[in-house]
């Protein structure tokens, strides 16, 4: 396919062609775990479902061709896509990440790989000379998020590549928030983009799944290897539902902006919202970055209340009707939920207070219904 389509175009068809046998416009589910051989080794390029599969293949295609990449890979969730980047390292090695992260990939740092001899330096990377001073011999990747969970903090990629790239460390970018329909990592310097499909790539809340993708062909290979080697892999009917959803990312992520900027508007003029955390606002200190890195703000924004406390958010939570409290993001229909005791809940205390995650914030994943309806059903969870 030419590789100069625009992403409307490329989140259709790429990576995707009419099935040879039959014409099927939709790809086939090949819910199948082995491939016959005409004779020891004689295939057509599968062999066990593990290594390859046509539904998967497809997909990894389309995300790479999303992310102006050239490989991608598809994991069974967000985690098992940072597990496998992660056992790139080796005892000794030393990761820079992003002190504002998500809850989940910080377990897996700290709790996992942490007791493999791996170590951890996190810190805020709104100002790039914090991550040079964090840089030494054994420093081998940076992990970012932008914009941060649940923050929306934003980091100039572009800046942290620069030092990556001066030190031979690999930059290895969570696009989970943005998609690449918003941003494109590689563009700006990356070497690798993760993503947790289960968000807005899948878009339905109907699949759990993860993604790489990568530029230069031997760190593919290395991922491909610890792909096939560890196993994480997901399979072929969960392929179709996230080639399916993907279908109408452009369209979805228009909306969500849409209705995010209306909410961001409507709860900044709100008496009981203390800060509205939403990279779009002028006054947002990563608004310059975001306004040259991504081609618009996103659905996701976090507040807090003037009465910060665990009991006013939760309040707050109950009485929401169409924001449904729930884990997860980036879906058509709206959620809202409270870090402090859910998605970041195996953060410390002191840590979250340190990034103003206060025990009163509260995260929105705003959905692709009517914006006015969503601003009503706000304005009556707000109500005293
Ligand atoms: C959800 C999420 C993950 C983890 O992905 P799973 O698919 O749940 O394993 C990683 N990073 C971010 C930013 C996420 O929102």
Redesign the pocket.
């Known amino acids: 396919m030419k590789n100069n389509l625009k992403f409307g175009t490329k989140a259709i068809h790429a990576g995707v062609s009419p099935d040879p046998s039959t014409g099927a416009i939709m790809t086939p589910i090949f819910q199948t775990s082995t491939y016959v051989q005409a004779s020891p080794g004689q295939h057509k390029g599968f062999e066990y479902s593990r290594t390859q599969n046509p539904t998967r293949q497809a997909l990894e295609q389309n995300i790479a061709a999303l992310e102006n990449g050239k490989y991608g890979l598809a994991f069974a969730?967000?985690?098992?896509a940072?597990d496998a980047i992660i056992k790139l390292l080796k005892p000794g090695d030393e990761v820079i990440s992003t002190n504002d992260l998500?809850g989940?990939?910080y377990r897996i740092f700290t709790k996992v790989f942490q007791d493999f001899g791996i170590r951890f330096h996190f810190t805020g990377m709104n100002n790039p000379n914090e991550v040079k001073n964090l840089v030494n011999g054994n420093t081998k990747l940076i992990w970012a998020?932008t914009p941060t969970?649940p923050m929306m903090n934003v980091i100039d990629i572009a800046a942290i590549s620069e030092i990556a790239k001066a030190h031979n460390i690999l930059l290895a970018v969570?696009n989970?928030?943005a998609t690449p329909y918003l941003q494109n990592p590689l563009d700006l310097g990356a070497d690798i983009v993760m993503h947790?499909?289960?968000?807005y790539l899948g878009g339905h809340s109907d699949v759990?799944?993860?993604a790489i993708v990568v530029n230069d062909e031997s760190l593919y290979e290395r991922l491909a290897f610890l792909q096939n080697s560890c196993g994480g892999v997901p399979g072929p009917q969960d392929a179709f539902l996230v080639l399916r959803g993907i279908k109408t990312l452009h369209l979805r992520m228009d909306r969500h902006c849409k209705n995010g900027e209306q909410i961001a508007r409507f709860l900044a003029g709100h008496n009981r919202v203390d800060k509205v955390y939403w990279p779009g606002f002028k006054d947002h200190p990563g608004y310059e970055i975001a306004t040259r890195q991504m081609r618009n703000y996103g659905g996701m924004i976090s507040f807090t209340l003037k009465d910060d406390s665990q009991e006013s958010a939760f309040k707050v939570l109950e009485k929401f009707r169409l924001f449904s409290l729930a884990e997860?993001?980036g879906g058509v229909e709206s959620l809202c939920g409270h870090p402090a005791s859910m998605t970041h809940a195996a953060i410390p205390k002191e840590g979250r207070l340190k990034v103003g995650l206060k025990d009163s914030l509260i995260r929105l994943s705003v959905g692709v219904e009517d914006g006015d309806d969503l601003v009503d059903d706000i304005s009556q969870a707000l109500q005293k």
């Open positions: 969730s967000g985690l098992a940072i998500y989940g990939s998020e969970n969570d989970t928030f947790s499909v289960t968000k759990i799944m993860g997860s993001l």
